[in-house]
């Protein structure tokens, strides 16, 4: 346990299922303490907000908006190990995401679809997602979708990259959900980048440390 005001690791045990930090004296409830830890390692365990309100029974907003704030806290962690690394893009490739729900549907259109583009450097995948192609359809911009099909960038033998496994891994893992928004799908982008990258005890540790 860290204090989140002073980073202090000692506290003094209340009487009334509190902490107290010894230096800013800044008290913390052992009670939500340990809820927030649950909903920790439910989010390690890569189970919905919907899964995890009802196996602690709480409410499901409140999982939800912790979730929220967990991916956002991962989206900036990756960023900034992103930029410390040295690159060398040994792999790079665009993708286009289509839902569980648009393929059902058969819908192929890739203004329907999220754009990425993925690198692979330094043994990690790293992602940008690109534009909401939607705006481009109005335009009646006759042939732009066929040219980003025939123009989709990938590097030599990319059904061979650890890029290729990276996007199946993506849309086996979002298969959970009914549906992200594109407004969010940012952060369960990184959700996923994170998982892909990382081995599972160290993602709780780095879970843990953001």
């Keep these: 346990m860290i204090c989140k005001h002073c980073k202090n690791h000692t506290f003094y045990q209340l009487q009334n299922e509190y902490i107290k930090c010894k230096i800013c004296a800044k008290k913390y409830s ?3 303490l340990k809820t927030d830890e649950n909903i920790l390692i439910g989010f390690w365990q890569n189970k919905t907000a919907l899964e995890l309100s009802k196996e602690l029974n709480l409410n499901y907003k409140t999982i939800k908006t912790r979730f929220d704030e967990i991916r956002y806290k991962l989206s900036k962690f990756l960023e900034e190990e992103y930029f410390k690394m040295p690159k060398d893009y040994s792999e790079y490739e665009e993708f286009y995401y289509f839902s569980k729900k648009q393929k059902l549907l058969n819908v192929k259109s890739l203004y329907e679809a999220v754009n990425i583009i993925g690198f692979y450097s330094n043994e990690k995948v790293y992602t940008l997602l690109m534009p909401n192609l939607k705006h481009r359809r109005e335009s009646k911009n006759e042939g732009f979708e066929e040219y980003l099909n025939w123009h989709k ?20 893992n979002l298969k959970k959900y009914k549906g992200v ?3 969010t799908f940012f952060f369960y982008l990184k959700e996923c980048e994170f998982k892909f990258n990382y081995e599972k005890e160290e993602q709780l540790e780095i879970l843990k440390n953001l």
């Design 181 to 183: 928004e594109y407004d």
């Design 153 to 172: 960038i990938y590097s030599k033998e990319s059904y061979k990259t650890k890029l290729y496994d990276f996007w199946r891994f993506l849309e086996e």
């Design 30 to 32: 052992l009670k939500k």
